[in-house]
């Protein structure tokens, strides 16, 4: 009895202890105005009107030997302000009698949604306030609110529009453009929601023109379709510096920098079978999954795709995907691809001049080359599929990336297989010879004629999608002259010397650093 009355004593002791240790560390001071925040303003970048931000993260700070209590933490435009908050894990606009232990800190977290319509100026502000009256103390809050031309699938009883192709309802949802749709202009963006379609359902041809200087932006999961019988016209032009943007770009709706060169944020450009006469010029289409996909139905001696002047960077798995067409390029400019920069399957007619055929993907491991050209595709249930390689012509290019073999080639022998690479720089670093095929005959000087192999184009910086050379680069003086004659300006703008350089650019002396 007597060990049982000595260990309830012991137990009362310990509870008076432990309750009185509490009461010590959470006796609070009043907030007396010497909170310390790891900025004095949150800027949250710019967003379109309606889609939500990232979240962005405010630090508060007690450096005091005591214990704080922050009676308000509150936004000065109260319920209607446009940011929402969320202070030691509860979410909201209002929070009282916050606890900030001595020698601790506490992260809020920031983020809005803003209506563009609701606002009277493109920037919009607020701020959080801690306390109030003479101890008031405050940090900003600043977002850049765009306007834009928003295309959203069509919604019936609530449910989102799918779409119709080739007589067969899918399980895309999107729609067809209408007519007034037609012209992308360049007065203020277009944020895309789900899959435009140009054409219509019984193929009449309608063309989609997107004017110089016009911003596209896709949502994720979206994309453009381009149906048989209808076309793509992208009218982009040189900047010119001074000048209004002429280039046209076209990305995903997120503007925060962490996403600036992210890939896979929609999904891709897709020219259809027997869609025809499409040309892009002076164009970026960056951060897609596959940036464009051109099906087949090609005339020999017509392009279905004349693309100049473009670069299409950050793409999750493709940046040209064609199979059965007619495509002609010259200053082109691919980097950072997750597996193939240019993949033509199923045979076709390629002619590329002064093309950069770069890829530098560091997201993920690439078992994939730059360049890949097959003549047939062999499907997942249905039968191969071969088709004849009429031409894949590269001149003055370059092919070039991280990996050692950056050129592969995959053939069947019953249909043609036509190809030459003409003073183009390659990487192809074969060191355990494995490629022993006779289309990998260097020598063979009708499939590969003044060519250069594994010397260093030495990029500005290809971890930025910077892919001008410097003076020092193995492309410089190479080009043919016909060739050149083809493209006499380079991605610039600048006149190509004589002889000229390979890829894209006219090589620059970099600035030290």
Known sequence: MKKIQQFSIFLLFLGILVLSSCRKDFSTQPSMGNLEFSKDTVYLDTIFSGIGSSTYTLKVYNRSNDAINIPHIVLANGEDSGYRLNVDGMTGKHFEDITLLAKDSLYVFVETTINYEEVTTPIYEDRILFDSGEYEQHVNLVTLVKDAHFLYPNKVDGIIETLELDGEQTEIQGRYLTDDELVFTNDKPYVIYGEMVVGTPDNAPKTLTIEAGAQIHFHANSGLIVNANSSLHILGTKNIEGEEETEVMIQGDRLEPFFENKSSQWNYILLRSGSKNHSINYATIKNGTAGIVVQGMYDLGIPILEINNTKILNQGIYGIYAGFTNIKGTNLVTNNIGRSAFVGVVGGVYNFTHCTFANYWSESHRSFPTLLLTNYIEPLEDPIVVADLYEANFT??????????????????????????????????????????????????????????????????????????????????LASPSGTALSPLDIMGVTRSNPADLGAYEHVVFEEE
């Open 396 to 477: 003055n290019c370059i092919i070039y990336g991280r990996e050692n073999i950056e050129l592969t080639f995959d053939k069947k022998d019953e249909v043609a297989f036509n190809f030459k690479f003409t003073n183009c720089l390659i990487r192809f670093n074969d060191i355990h010879d494995n490629y022993t095929s006779p289309l990998y005959d260097f020598d063979d000087s009708s499939l590969y004629e003044n060519c250069v192999f594994n010397e260093a184009p030495v990029f500005l910086d290809p971890s930025l999608n910077q892919l001008i050379i410097g003076e020092d680069s193995a492309a410089n003086g």
